[in-house]
């Protein structure tokens, strides 16, 4: 009951603070008033603003840490944030609306989750799967891809936040009735439904995985990572027997073919060996 009450006081949040952007006419005094107005919020639908990406982000945060635990180990929490806020720095959106955020999932599972907006899960399992800093680093460019990219809200079906703009437009005027808030309310609860089935169950399309790949690179090669981590994690994943799992290759296109996307784009950077095992040093230091 209370969730649902929360949820109902942020949807208001979210679709009264996203009506402020629709421009709609004066409907004052109109018989029409309705039908115009729907038809002007039509016409204005807009893509979902910032902060709005950051409400909904949250919600489908919460629901993801109702299916995983938490785990609570504030030392490598700190080093994840760490590696996984010098990728997004290094990023084409370095500041977000509520910023990035890292945490650690209490599963064996290896697998990793962008909500929308910055908030950026990955599992105990993928962090025991990689092998190095650089390693972990591409994983995380990979989710911060996604962020930039707005896979997570590209999930929402258009036909959900068309409707809410029009409520929204057509109680523009007037205080919103319970009919309207309980409609929104569903709207929301369907929006979050959409994006967390696609990132837990579903997956992105294909053409998004490779296109979050191909960024990682560049995030990766511009903080001064790696980039040839994300190809060494791939090809350990094909070899390494974790192919059997569900997780990250539930979601995600073959691994084979993620492996030669990563290589056919692969910018060519020198490295220097030394800070590759500084950070080596420093990720045995935090996992160990
Ligand atoms: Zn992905």
């Not at 603003?49 to 409400?55: A, L, N, V």
């Not at 959106?93 to 064996?108: C, E, M, Q, R, V």
């Not at 936040?161 to 319970?178: D, M």
């Amino acid at each position: 009951m209370i969730r649902r009450l929360t949820l109902s006081l942020t949807i208001i949040v979210i679709f009264l603070y996203g009506c402020a952007g629709i421009q709609i006419e004066d409907i004052s005094g109109n018989m029409d008033m309705i039908s115009k107005s729907v038809r002007a919020a039509s016409k204005a639908i807009r893509p979902i603003s910032d902060k709005e990406e950051y409400y909904v982000g949250r919600a489908v945060a919460a629901k993801l840490l109702s299916v995983y635990p938490l785990l609570r180990n504030r030392r490598l929490t700190e080093y994840v944030n760490y590696v996984g806020r010098t990728v997004a720095m290094h990023s084409d959106k370095p500041f977000t609306f509520g910023g990035y955020h890292f945490a650690i999932l209490d599963s064996n599972e290896v697998n990793a989750f962008a909500c929308p907006g910055g908030i950026i899960f990955i599992t105990k399992g993928l962090i025991g799967a990689v092998r190095n800093e650089d390693e972990l680093a591409a994983v995380l460019a990979h989710e911060v891809a996604h962020v930039n990219h707005r896979d997570g809200i590209s999930a929402i079906k258009k036909a959900r936040w068309t409707e809410a703009v029009t409520i929204i437009g057509a109680t523009a005027a007037k205080r919103y009735g319970s009919h309207d808030i309980a409609r929104l309310v569903t709207l929301f609860e369907g929006s979050i439904d959409d994006v967390f089935r696609t990132l837990v169950v579903n997956g992105y399309g294909q053409r998004q995985e490779y296109n979050a790949d191909k960024t990682a690179l560049i995030y990766l090669a511009r903080s001064g990572y790696d980039p040839s981590a994300l190809k060494d994690f791939l090809a350990r994943l094909i070899t390494g027997g974790n192919a059997s799992g569900g997780g990250i290759l539930k979601t995600h296109p073959a691994t084979v073919d993620r492996l030669r996307n990563v290589e056919e784009n692969m910018p060519s950077k020198k490295m220097d060996k030394f800070l590759i095992k500084l950070r080596t040093q420093r990720f045995r230091g935090a996992t160990g």
